[in-house]
């Protein structure tokens, strides 16, 4: 077994208390840092499966609010809960979105999406590149204003334009590297914070 497969201390945490990864330890120190998650919210986990973030999301509503969530891939979680919504499918799909689109506007989008890696580090940030695109392209559709997004990124050369494209849209953007990541990973997550409100459409003349 390689160093990196090997179970640490985060992997046997995380099956200690239920859940199926160990990327849950990621999202409690993006809510330790950033406090972003309130009872009573609706939210949404983009790239959910195998469904750590959204069972740490549920136990944290306590069937208060709602929480949407997609993947490709099932769940590996048991969920039967009235506040939660799951489908399975591609986030690019218009049909998905726009089942996602139906039980929004949400106050807290969450993606921790990835492509799955083919060891080119060109073709594989290019593609969490374009994953994060349309997390704030979905951000801009369905998240309420004043809220939040987080979006996982592999880091490559497309971090500032997606920051810029972020401060634009939101009071506050940065880059936040958790500390429960692998450190041989070279990812990263976005946390945009305040959604400004849409411009006013000008009047028809
Ligand atoms: C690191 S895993 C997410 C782990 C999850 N947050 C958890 O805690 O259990 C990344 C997920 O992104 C999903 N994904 C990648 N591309 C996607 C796409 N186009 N549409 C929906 N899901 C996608 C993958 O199927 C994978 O399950």
């Not at 069937?63 to 939660?84: M, R």
Request: charged share 25%; with cysteine; aromatic share 10%.
């Amino acid at each position: 077994m390689s160093g990196y497969e090997k179970p640490d201390h985060w992997t046997l945490k995380a099956k200690k208390e239920g859940y199926p990864a160990r990327s849950v330890y990621k999202l409690a120190e993006l809510q330790d840092k950033f406090g972003l998650l309130k009872a009573g919210m609706r939210v949404l986990d983009v790239g959910a499966a195998p469904g750590s973030w959204s069972l740490w999301v549920l136990r944290f509503l306590k069937g208060s609010g709602f929480l949407s969530a997609v993947d490709l891939q099932k769940l590996a979680i048991s969920a039967p809960t009235p506040n939660f919504f799951f489908i399975q499918g591609d986030l690019y799909d218009p049909a998905v979105r726009a089942e996602l689109a139906a039980r929004g506007p949400y106050d807290l989008v969450l993606s921790d999406a990835a492509p799955s890696t083919t060891g080119n580090s060109t073709v594989d940030t290019g593609r969490s590149e374009s994953i994060v695109e349309a997390v704030l392209d979905m951000a801009d559709e369905f998240l309420a204003p004043g809220g939040a997004v987080v979006a996982k990124l592999f880091i490559g050369g497309g971090e500032r334009e997606l920051l810029d494209r972020m401060k634009a849209g939101y009071a506050a953007a940065r880059g936040f590297k958790p500390k429960t990541c692998r450190s041989e990973s070279f990812e990263t997550y976005l946390v945009g914070t305040g959604k400004r409100r849409p411009a006013p459409r000008p009047a028809a003349p």
